[in-house]
């Protein structure tokens, strides 16, 4: 079957530094993707989201590259910060449904 | 910045008992959903909710389960005969419009234990 939002499920980065998380994707009929963000306890929060027609979509501290030959996401997060701990999802929408995958766990180091 | 507001934070039941999870979606948007997320798994879709009847469902979403929109604001989720394994958290969410990428606001969420 179609497997989406595949991710890494741990990474661990130096408070300061740069974090990249990745994120595969197999259906090549998706053309939106969304980049969402769970802290323990709480719902997924947007953080940004691409079309299909971008490569790259910058926000505050934040940059999403979408390779659509490879079928590959990543989403630059930069200085990182404590707050910045949590479980980072790819979510491409099938029609109104999103599809979560099991996200990558960022922690931040001091 | 609106929210959207879940209650209970946390409800637990007995086995077989029926509870209903509340949520008040953001005032102007049209497009309302349920999501579960069993400890340490995916979130998954349950039901999308427009114009006052189920559009989309998903197979987790048996006949133990059903939506309303009772009075205009609130959007509830009731589970008619809880077992073990409803044990979630459940988030609500709404959208303002027909197009995904007008975003989803997720609420903070309904931790449910099934004892």
């Known amino acids: 079957g179609e497997s989406v939002g595949l991710h890494l499920p741990t990474l661990s980065v130096q408070e300061g530094d740069n974090s990249i998380i990745n994120c595969a994707y197999s259906?090549?009929?998706?053309?939106?993707f969304i980049w969402y963000k769970q802290e323990s306890g709480k719902g997924p929060q947007f953080i940004i989201d691409?079309?299909?027609?971008?490569d790259k979509r910058q926000g505050q501290r934040v940059t999403v590259l979408l390779n659509k030959t490879v079928k590959h996401l990543s989403l630059q997060i930069a200085a990182t910060q404590p707050g910045d701990s949590a479980v980072y999802f790819c979510?491409?929408?099938?029609?109104?449904?999103?599809?979560f995958g099991s996200g990558t766990q960022l922690t931040v180091l001091p | 910045e609106p929210e959207v507001t879940q209650t209970p934070s946390h409800q637990v039941t007995q086995m077989g008992q029926e509870v209903i999870l509340r949520c008040v979606p953001i005032?102007?948007?049209?497009?309302f959903y349920w999501y579960r997320q069993i400890l340490g798994q995916k979130v998954e879709f349950l039901v999308s909710?427009?114009?006052?009847?189920?559009?989309?469902k998903s197979e987790i979403f048996d006949d133990q389960f059903s939506v309303e929109r009772p009075d205009g604001s609130n959007f509830t989720l009731k589970i008619r005969s809880t077992k073990l394994e409803d044990s979630a958290m459940y988030f609500c969410a709404s959208m303002p419009g027909q197009a995904v990428n007008y975003g989803y606001t997720f609420g903070s969420g309904t931790r449910l234990t099934v004892v």
């Open positions: 691409i079309r299909s027609n971008m």
């Open positions: 909710f427009y114009n006052n009847e189920i559009s989309e």
């Open positions: 979510a491409p929408p099938l029609s109104r449904q999103l599809t």
């Open positions: 005032s102007n948007h049209l497009y």
């Open positions: 259906n090549s009929a998706s053309d939106y």
